[in-house]
């Protein structure tokens, strides 16, 4: 069993698209490769922490796009999920969603919006939300960011990430 971790799919929003430049022909043709690459990593006794923003899609369309990713889901909702409830994105297909950051492995803090880290916490704040945006680095030494424009679409697992702390520290 594998954890695995990504933000920010926005599954069915057009605007997506252009605010990120995403190099997808159209919504369509970005959620299957989305599905895809999901597909391709996660096996059905791993967990995907998915941290917030989900799908521009209505209850139906998750439900069935969710019954098609494998692995146990869990959500931390982001600010454009937050028109459900956690019991409604159980009932659609989470295994868990929460409101508030969770702390994986007694060190990772999970979250959508990035936390305020510093060198003597510790911990390690692996967050999206902030897509692409170039005022936020990729990984800083106690900081990781998954929205999907970083890590080529696809989760990534918790060894990869633990490496990509490792080289930051090293540097």
């Given at each position: 069993?594998?954890?695995?971790?990504?933000?920010?799919?926005?599954?069915?929003?057009?605007?997506?698209?252009?605010?990120?430049?995403?190099?997808?022909?159209?919504?369509?043709?970005?959620?299957?490769e989305?599905?895809?690459?999901?597909?391709?990593?996660?096996?059905?006794?791993?967990?995907?922490?998915?941290?917030?923003?989900?799908?521009?899609?209505?209850?139906?369309?998750?439900?069935?796009?969710?019954?098609?990713?494998?692995?146990?889901?869990?959500?931390?909702?982001?600010?454009?999920?937050?028109?459900?409830?956690?019991?409604?994105?159980?009932?659609?297909?989470?295994?868990?969603?929460?409101?508030?950051?969770?702390?994986?492995?007694?060190?990772?803090?999970?979250?959508?919006?990035?936390?305020?880290?510093?060198?003597?916490?510790?911990?390690?704040?692996?967050?999206?939300?902030?897509?692409?945006?170039?005022s936020?680095?990729?990984?800083?030494?106690?900081?990781?960011?998954?929205?999907?424009?970083?890590?080529?679409?696809?989760?990534?697992?918790?060894?990869?990430?633990?490496?990509?702390?490792?080289?930051?520290?090293?540097?």
């Amino acid at each position: 069993m594998s954890l695995f971790f990504l933000a920010d799919t926005h599954f069915g929003d057009e605007n997506i698209l252009r605010y990120e430049n995403r190099p997808f022909a159209s919504v369509e043709e970005m959620d299957r490769e989305l599905i895809r690459r999901w597909t391709q990593r996660v096996g059905p006794e791993d967990t995907v922490f998915h941290l917030g923003d989900f799908s521009a899609w209505g209850p139906e369309k998750d439900r069935e796009v969710l019954s098609l990713l494998p692995g146990k889901k869990v959500l931390v909702l982001g600010n454009h999920d937050r028109h459900r409830s956690p019991e409604e994105w159980r009932q659609l297909g989470f295994q868990e969603a929460v409101p508030w950051p969770l702390l994986c492995e007694g060190f990772f803090l999970l979250s959508h919006e990035p936390l305020y880290m510093n060198r003597n916490m510790p911990y390690a704040n692996l967050y999206g939300h902030v897509h692409g945006n170039p005022s936020y680095r990729d990984v800083s030494s106690h900081s990781v960011c998954v929205s999907v424009e970083r890590i080529g679409y696809s989760p990534i697992s918790l060894e990869e990430i633990r490496q990509k702390l490792r080289e930051e520290q090293d540097e």
